[in-house]
C-alpha cells in the first residue's frame, strides 16, 4: 500500500464548476497534509495546507481533512481553465522533513 | 524575497558519466530537500540536509549524494549514470510555521542520460 493516493484522472470539469479532488494516506500518525498544483513542465508550487480536522479556506481553494478516515480533499470553485493542472497530495513523516506524495490528479477546466 | 534557484536547468549526460546538481535555498531557510520526479514513479523522495547534515534519506542507491554548505547551499550529485536516472530533479526548501515544515520547490533540473 502507497503511503499516499490519488485517483490519477483526468477529472473533467466545466469552467465555473466546483473541482473535488482526493487524497487517502495510510499513516494514522499523519499531522499535516499539502497540496501543491504543477502545471505542465513546472515544478509544484504550494497552495495550501491543513493539520486540523474539518475545512480550511483560502479564496476559491478549500482543504477538508477527516484523520478518523484518513482522507484529505481540495475543492476548487469556479473553476479556471487556468486551474488545469495536476494536484499533488503530499503528506511529511510525522516530525521529519520527508514528504511523500501521491502520484497526482490531472485536472482539466474546460472553458 | 527570491525563491528557490537551481542549476542548470537542464544537462544531458551519456552512461556512466557523473553529475553534479546544484540547489540555493530561500534566503533564511535552512532545510535542503531533493526529489526525483518520473513520469512513471512520480515525485520521490531522495534526502534532507539541515545545517550541513544529511537529516533524512529516502530508498535510493548509493550513487545518489549530496551535500549542503554552510550558506545552506546544497549539491547533489548522481555517479555512474544510467538511463533509468532520466528525470526532473527537483530541490525544495523549508521554513518552520508553528509546527509545519512547508517546502518550496525550485524549477528542476531536466537531467536526461543517453
Known amino acids: 500500500q502507497k503511503e499516499v493516493e490519488q485517483n490519477s484522472g483526468p477529472l473533467s470539469v466545466p469552467e465555473g464548476a466546483i473541482a473535488s479532488l482526493n487524497c487517502t494516506y495510510s499513516?494514522?500518525?499523519?499531522?499535516?497534509f499539502f497540496w501543491y498544483r504543477q502545471y505542465s513542465g513546472k515544478s509544484p508550487e504550494l497552495i495550501m495546507f491543513i493539520y486540523s480536522n474539518g475545512d480550511k479556506e483560502d479564496g476559491r481553494f478549500t482543504a477538508q481533512l477527516n484523520k478518523a478516515s484518513q482522507y484529505v480533499s481540495l475543492l476548487i470553485r469556479d473553476s479556471q481553465p487556468s486551474d488545469s493542472a495536476t494536484y499533488l497530495c503530499?503528506?511529511?513523516?510525522?516530525?521529519?522533513?520527508?514528504?511523500?506524495f501521491g502520484s497526482g490528479t490531472k485536472l482539466n477546466v474546460k472553458p | 524575497k527570491a525563491g528557490v534557484t537551481q542549476t542548470p536547468r537542464y544537462l544531458i549526460k551519456t552512461r556512466g558519466q557523473q553529475v553534479t546538481l546544484s540547489c540555493s535555498p530561500i534566503?533564511?531557510?535552512?532545510?535542503v530537500s531533493w526529489y526525483q520526479q518520473t513520469p512513471g514513479q512520480g515525485l520521490q523522495f531522495l534526502f534532507e540536509?539541515?545545517?550541513?547534515?544529511?537529516?533524512n534519506k529516502g530508498n535510493f542507491p548509493g550513487r545518489f549524494s549530496g551535500r549542503q554548505f554552510s550558506n545552506s547551499r546544497s549539491e547533489m550529485n548522481v555517479s555512474t549514470l544510467e538511463l533509468g536516472d532520466s528525470a526532473l530533479y527537483l530541490c525544495?526548501?523549508?521554513?518552520?510555521?508553528?509546527?509545519?515544515?512547508?517546502?518550496?520547490f525550485g524549477p528542476g533540473t531536466r537531467l536526461t542520460v543517453l
Open positions: 499513516d494514522r500518525g499523519s499531522q499535516s
Open positions: 503530499a503528506v511529511p513523516v510525522y516530525n521529519f522533513n520527508k514528504f511523500y
Open positions: 540536509y539541515f545545517s550541513e547534515t544529511q537529516r
Open positions: 525544495a526548501s523549508s521554513s518552520r510555521t508553528d509546527s509545519t515544515d512547508t517546502q518550496y
Open positions: 534566503s533564511g531557510h535552512r532545510s
